[in-house]
């Protein structure tokens, strides 16, 4: 898989031309090896994209997302047949056992409130109510102490009065770097021949993204760090530039330095295996 997010916020045309993707503007011509790409996320309403180009890029399972008139992602491309897909992996997929569900939903969960109480801690925040929580985890989480700790835990980084809920830039930033994380969880989901809809917590009818919604979780905590130390007070080509941006940073996986993107694919590869 390929390691380059590529935004395009401006007229543009995108075609393929001898295995590179061709991104022409009003002022420059860019050319990217299409297995470079790892996600083409199309910001604008007035770029067209030809048919060869969808086609070479899915072929090398790159995500395409395109945002709607509000600025926020609104649909992305997905493969019909990926290689690896076969009835024997997607039917072990349906009857995964439930203890081995049971056992990654609880170290999904762990890790996403350690995260989040790292996040916190870097932000100067009081955190002991989350650790008090933590402590609490059951198997499968089955009293919900990803809820109380999110209850808890968003108000220490945006204001006691934040809520989720709210209709406020804050919350339009975190939508929007959620959604690209989610596609890129969902590319690799789908690159090894597994179904998105079928997830090991979120279980909702009408969500084709189950699996991914699942298995982002601990990295989200990425996303609201971020976002906390923004001023925001609407959500600019600049804050989503910034955002996209994000998935370039280098951490620390495994004891190796790794891209964000590299890691998000290591870490599914593995929840999956």
């Known amino acids: 898989m390929g390691w380059r997010t590529i935004m395009i916020s401006q007229h543009a045309k995108v075609s393929l031309t001898a295995g590179n993707l061709v991104i022409q503007t009003d002022s420059d011509r860019l050319h990217v090896p299409v297995d470079q790409v790892n996600v083409l996320l199309i910001q604008t309403l007035q770029a067209v994209i030809t048919t060869a180009a969808v086609a070479a890029l899915t072929e090398e399972h790159v995500k395409i997302i395109f945002t709607g008139r509000d600025g926020q992602p609104i649909c992305e491309t997905a493969e019909c047949y990926p290689r690896?897909?076969?009835?024997?992996?997607?039917?072990?997929?349906?009857?995964?056992?439930?203890d081995r569900i049971a056992n990654l939903w609880t170290r999904v969960v762990a890790a996403k409130m350690a995260?989040?109480?790292?996040?916190?801690?870097?932000?100067g925040a009081e955190t002991q109510g989350l650790r008090d929580e933590v402590d609490k985890l059951e198997l499968n989480d089955t009293t919900n102490r990803?809820?109380?700790?999110?209850?808890?835990?968003?108000?220490?980084?945006?204001?006691?009065?934040?809520?989720?809920?709210?209709?406020?830039?804050?919350?339009?930033?975190?939508?929007?770097?959620?959604?690209?994380l989610l596609s890129l969880v969902d590319?690799?989901?789908?690159?090894?021949?597994?179904?998105?809809?079928?997830?090991?917590?979120?279980?909702?009818?009408?969500?084709?993204?189950?699996?991914?919604?699942?298995?982002?979780?601990?990295?989200?905590?990425?996303?609201?760090?971020?976002?906390a130390q923004q001023k925001i007070n609407d959500l600019t080509p600049d804050v989503k530039f910034g955002l996209v941006r994000l998935f370039d940073?280098?951490?620390?996986?495994?004891?190796?330095?790794?891209?964000?993107?590299?890691?998000?694919?290591?870490?599914?590869g593995q929840c999956l295996k």
């Open 187 to 227: 590319r690799v989901i789908v690159s090894r021949g597994y179904l998105t809809c079928f997830g090991i917590h979120h279980k909702n009818a009408g969500n084709g993204f189950n699996l991914g919604s699942d298995l982002m979780e601990p990295f989200r905590p990425i996303i609201d760090y971020w976002v």
């Open 115 to 123: 995260n989040q109480i790292t996040v916190a801690d870097f932000l």
């Open 84 to 98: 690896l897909r076969t009835a024997a992996l997607v039917t072990s997929q349906v009857n995964w056992p439930h």
């Open 146 to 180: 990803e809820a109380v700790v999110a209850r808890q835990y968003f108000p220490l980084l945006f204001g006691e009065d934040f809520s989720r809920s709210d209709l406020v830039p804050e919350n339009a930033a975190l939508n929007y770097g959620y959604s690209i």
């Open 249 to 268: 940073l280098e951490m620390i996986y495994q004891g190796k330095k790794e891209l964000f993107s590299n890691v998000v694919e290591k870490y599914v």
